[in-house]
Every structure is written in C-alpha cells, then in structure tokens.
C-alpha cells in the first residue's frame, strides 16, 4: 500500500454532475480504499442543503442522494470532505441510515464577497488551516482567518486575523463526526451561545445587524446535521409544524 493519504479533487462541470457521477460509477472510492487505505476529497459544490434558504440542495437532488450513499458506505475510507462554493463558513456531519455520525464535511468561505438574492448578509474574505494526524489522517483542528473589509478599506490596508480556532471556539477535542454531532446538538438548545458564535463564523465576522431569527437557526441547523433529502426534509417539517404552518407546498 502507499503510504499517506490521497486527495480526490473532483473537478465539477456541467452543473456539478459529470464528475461525481464518475466518482461514484467507476469505482473510484474502491480504488482509493485498495491502493491508499485513506483519501480527502476536495470538490467545489457541497453535498447537503443551502443552509440561508430551505429545501435547496447544492447540486441536483439525484446526485446528492447518491453521493451521500457513497460516503455512508465508505466512511472508514474518507477521512474527510472539504467545499466551497456558498463562500460562507459552515460545516456538515454525516450520519448514517442510524443516525450515526460517520463523515465529516466542511464548507470554506471565500476571499471574495458576494450575496445572493436569497441573502440578507454577504461575507468578509476568509481562509483557513486543516490540522490533522499524521498516522490516521483524522481530523484534528482548524484555524480560520479572516480579513475585515471595512477595517481594511479605512486602513488602506489589508490586515488578516486569526478569527478561531475550532476546538478552542466550540468546546471540542477534534473535527472527528461524533465530536461535530455532539456539538450540532448543543446548537440546537435555546440561545445557543456556540450557535450565535457558528453564526457570526458562517459570515466571516460580516457586520450581521438583524441576525439569526428562529427560521434562520433551523435552517442552518437542520442543514448542518442531515444531508440527505428524507432526513433534511423531515428536520424542517418538524419546525414548519411548530411554527404553525401547515402547507409547506410554498417551501419545496
């Protein structure tokens, strides 16, 4: 076997499908189980859902499904799953058909603006470092930094900082599935604080003068802890049903 992990870059054309549907069909994770025992992949579009709107997978729905089968099945392969795309700061666990927690998956904002129609915020620029261990490739740790655009244009200068680092921010020993389910977890309890913290993260420090409302944390939170269709769509119905909403034909 070679030694040290393999990174798997999927190159994402055509609206995001060509290349996963070959990741998938050909073999490719088999592959990489057999000749290199770990491997990360790196891949511009997520899997999972938006977390700023609702019931809107990144990519098509067909091909999310299918992908998230893949990293369920070979979850002792793929040692972790690393985006962008949204250019905001937010991550993923993957849970299985059990709802045990077996991949994780992390969403890097970008270090251009930008805000979407479906936005009330847009974002500071933002990069980060992966900490991990050497002989597992385990998750370890990452630390984000951030510039602030408004400091830097009064400045005239650009002056990067570090905004976290993860375990120290949120109280967990590593960026493994179970320490990101727990923390998920404790996102959901009422005024949250490391839920008001992710928040403020997920904009990159942006100035965010309305916040997080009740539809907003589910959103996000429902979005961060399933990213498959049943799960995910289950997880907002349950809150559309709280709220008091009973068609939700509007939402899908």
């Known amino acids: 076997m070679t030694t040290g992990p393999r990174i798997s870059c999927l190159y994402q054309e055509v609206r995001y499908i060509q290349q996963w549907r070959s990741f998938g069909s050909r073999g490719c994770v088999k592959k990489l189980s057999a000749h290199f025992g770990k491997a990360y992949v790196i891949a511009h579009v997520p899997i999972g859902y938006l977390p700023f709107t609702s019931f809107t997978a990144a990519m098509e729905y067909k091909f999310n499904e299918k992908l998230v089968k893949i990293f369920r099945t070979y979850n002792d392969v793929i040692a972790g799953q690393f985006y962008g795309h949204t ?24 270090v251009t ?10 974002n ?11 002989n597992s490739y385990s998750l370890k740790d990452l630390w984000h930094y951030y510039l602030n655009l408004t ?7 650009a002056l990067w900082k570090l905004e976290y680092i993860m375990t120290t921010e949120y109280n967990i020993k590593d960026l493994q599935p179970e320490s990101l389910k727990e923390l998920v977890l404790r996102f959901r309890k009422p005024q949250s604080v490391e839920f008001q913290n992710y928040y403020k993260n997920y ?38 049903k709280y709220d008091g909403i009973q068609d939700s034909s509007n939402f899908l």
């Open 87 to 110: 250019h905001r700061d937010s991550f993923m666990v993957v849970l299985d058909e059990k709802d045990k927690p077996v991949g994780s998956a992390f969403v890097a904002p970008a």
């Open 113 to 122: 603006p930008i805000k979407s129609s479906s936005e009330k915020e847009s």
């Open 124 to 134: 500071n620029p933002g990069f980060r470092l992966y900490q991990y261990d050497t």
């Open 151 to 157: 400091d830097a244009n009064l400045r005239k200068e």
């Open 203 to 240: 904009l990159v420090n942006f100035d965010s003068p309305d916040g997080c409302n009740t539809a907003c944390k589910e959103r996000q939170v429902c979005a961060i802890q399933y990213v498959d269709g049943s799960s995910y769509l289950d997880c907002l119905l349950d809150f559309l």
